[in-house]
């Protein structure tokens, strides 16, 4: 609900989305009486859900099981800065997958500062040959034992794409052990056994976690409006 120029972070993020043109319908999910007024008075649709989830996905869930949608994207409320270019390829990913392999999708980008890599508020993922997800840590993975590689490293972007079916199956599950360590909720799919293909973007997609980041995206914003 922090200003973000002359609207709040979550109107600002709902907005993006919707002007991407590229979904049947664009949902605000919330337990905050805040925001989904927020969102309905200026004209969005937001929809309340149990407060007592455990996490963003579990909520999806909710919102997405009266739906009749095939996929559902998942971007959190703290990426105002999402493009369609992104969102368009999350769901090309689906479109190239006539076996329905894949149950998850998300997007990553390169990290270049060494304190991006050693924050833990920045959480990292590691991909196989293919991009398909190994694990998320919040970490710095891998780890350069010997300082001469300079492997490279990538930030999770908090942007998700999901077979509905896949959705609700994670919803009725118990949290997983490196889970439940970790604190991200999409390892309890790797955990199940189940494919995470992820999607370069180098477009700036960055989340709102903290009173440092918005300044961020408060000079991101004034530079993007300059241009």
């Given at each position: 609900?922090?200003?973000?120029g002359d609207i709040?972070v979550?109107?600002r993020?709902?907005?993006?989305v919707v ?23 200026n004209?969005?649709?937001a929809?309340m ?40 390829k999350?769901?090309?990913v ?12 998300s997007?990553?980008t ?6 991006e890599?050693e924050?833990p ?16 840590s ?20 908090g ?24 604190k ?30 918005l ?13």
């Amino acid at each position: 609900m922090q200003q973000l120029g002359d609207i709040t972070v979550i109107l600002r993020t709902y907005q993006n989305v919707v002007a991407t043109g590229l979904f049947d319908e664009v949902l605000v999910a919330t337990d905050s009486d805040l925001i989904f007024k927020e969102i309905s008075d200026n004209g969005g649709r937001a929809l309340m859900t149990r407060r007592d989830h455990q996490c963003g996905s579990d909520r999806i869930a909710e919102a997405a099981s009266g739906t009749e949608a095939d996929i559902v994207i998942n971007v959190q409320g703290d990426e105002p800065f999402v493009d369609g270019d992104s969102l368009k390829k999350l769901i090309e990913v689906f479109k190239d997958d006539p076996k329905k392999e894949i149950a998850l999708a998300s997007l990553m980008t390169p990290l270049h500062e060494a304190e991006e890599v050693e924050n833990p508020s920045v959480v990292k993922v590691i991909v196989d040959l293919n991009n398909f997800a190994l694990y998320f840590s919040r970490s710095p993975i891998p780890f350069d034992r010997d300082n001469e590689q300079s492997p490279p490293y990538y930030k999770h972007v908090g942007v998700y794409a999901f077979r509905k079916q896949a959705l609700i199956e994670f919803s009725e599950q118990e949290m997983t052990p490196l889970e439940s360590a970790e604190k991200i909720e999409c390892i309890r799919y790797l955990e199940h056994g189940k494919k995470i293909k992820m999607v370069e973007t180098l477009k700036l997609n960055f989340g709102i976690d903290t009173p440092k980041d918005l300044e961020r995206a408060k000079a991101h914003l004034k530079q993007l409006n300059s241009e």
